[in-house]
């Protein structure tokens, strides 16, 4: 298994795949997992070859994105891994991460097992949060067309379970902020991700009070 090339061609194929997604899971969302999980995992000690392949492949196949259906993501990443020559032990690390990897509701434990996927988990939620959190939430919004920027109107749902999750839109993108993204703060699992991710946290908040503050007139 030549882990170099298997990288390379990973990079490129995931690059084409992802390069005119409009949802917010595009090549640079992908591209920041990956160094953002490089350099926790560097501080971390994890295994850095499976860190950067599974980064690179999280998004490939999204449940969002074909129907609701988990399974897919990791299938078609065997794939293409078999094709490439990987061993079975890389195959099924890599699918247990894609498989376990998404938020899937407010009350719902993560699965994930391994310190690679936890790794991968902590770079794409801190891609979730702060500056670029805030972008990518709005961003989602107006791809699902008909979610507003905000619904004072709208209450806060706490997801007990992925299904419930999957099935119950939004309010407002604002109500997602209170949903998953001041959640995952405290959700990280790496001593590392947890630093990261107060930062972006607060950055969260201020950004928050001034909608508020602007919304009723105030500011
Ligand atoms: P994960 O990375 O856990 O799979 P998602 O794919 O659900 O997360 O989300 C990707 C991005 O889209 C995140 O930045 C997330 O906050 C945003 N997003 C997901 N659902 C919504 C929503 N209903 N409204 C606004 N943004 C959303
Ligand atoms: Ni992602």
């Keep these: 298994m030549n882990k170099k090339l298997i990288l390379i061609k990973t990079e490129k194929y995931v690059r084409d795949k992802l390069k005119n997604e409009g949802s917010g899971h595009d090549w640079w969302h ?8 490089l350099s926790i995992a560097k ?13 690179l492949l ?36 890599i699918k247990h991460i894609i498989q376990h990897v998404s938020f899937k ?6 699965r994930m097992k391994t310190l690679e996927g936890k790794i991968i988990q902590d770079a794409d939620r801190l891609d979730a949060i702060g500056a670029i959190g805030i972008a ?4 989602y919004g107006g791809f699902r067309k008909n979610q507003l920027l905000y619904d004072p109107s709208g209450t806060i749902k706490k997801h007990r379970s992925f299904s419930e999750y999957k099935r119950k ?16 703060k405290d959700l ?19 950004y928050l009070k001034q909608f508020f503050e602007e919304w009723e007139g105030r500011k």
């Design 136 to 139: 990518r939430a709005f961003t």
């Design 43 to 55: 501080r971390e000690g994890a295994d850095l070859f499976i860190v950067e392949l599974g980064a």
């Design 105 to 110: 509701g407010a009350a719902v434990k993560s």
């Design 188 to 206: 990280m699992n790496t001593k590392t991700g947890k630093k990261l991710a107060q930062h972006r946290h607060a950055f969260m908040e201020r």
């Design 169 to 184: 839109s939004t309010a407002s993108t604002i109500h997602h902020f209170y949903e998953k993204l001041l959640l995952l």
């Design 30 to 37: 992908v591209h920041r997992v990956s160094n953002t999980a």
């Design 58 to 93: 999280h998004d490939i196949a999204d449940y969002k994105f074909h129907g609701g259906d988990s399974t897919v993501g990791p299938r078609i990443a065997s794939e293409w891994l078999l094709s490439l020559g990987a061993d079975k032990d890389t195959l099924n690390h």
